[in-house]
């Protein structure tokens, strides 16, 4: 089995700065592309940045200049600097990683447990 397990959330004030970790470990072939996802009560989960196993991200509109996705491949983990922090932006962030457990297998998408963050006005 892979687990995700994700820190750094919290409360900030609107401008501030947050870094949320996330660190896969279990059996552990290769992982392809690693993802911070974020969802509100009663909305659908929407991407907010993804990075593949050679580092070309990808992000939503709605965060592009002011996150940054950035991972270490030798610590299976996933970053995600969150500077500029808006009101808009509290929501429980989720990673997810799309891990091959075997040369031979298919990869699997795993999810962590999640990780809230609040940005007051």
């Known amino acids: 089995q892979v687990q995700l397990v994700e820190s750094g959330g919290g409360l900030v004030q609107a401008g501030g700065s947050l870094r949320l970790s996330c660190a896969a470990s279990?059996?552990?072939?290769?992982?392809?592309?690693m993802a911070w996802y974020r969802q509100e009560p009663g909305n659908q989960r929407e991407l907010v940045a993804a990075v593949t196993s050679s580092s070309v991200t990808n992000y939503a509109d709605s965060v592009k200049g002011r996150f940054t996705i950035s991972r270490d491949n030798a610590k299976n983990t996933v970053y995600l600097q969150m500077n500029s922090l808006k009101p808009l932006d509290t929501a429980v962030y989720y990673c997810?990683?799309?891990?091959?457990?075997?040369?031979?297998?298919?990869?699997?998408?795993?999810w962590g447990q999640g990780t809230q963050v609040t940005v007051s006005s």
């Open positions: 997810a990683a799309d891990v091959s457990q075997s040369r031979f297998s298919v990869p699997r998408q795993y």
């Open positions: 279990g059996i552990i072939f290769k992982i392809n592309t």
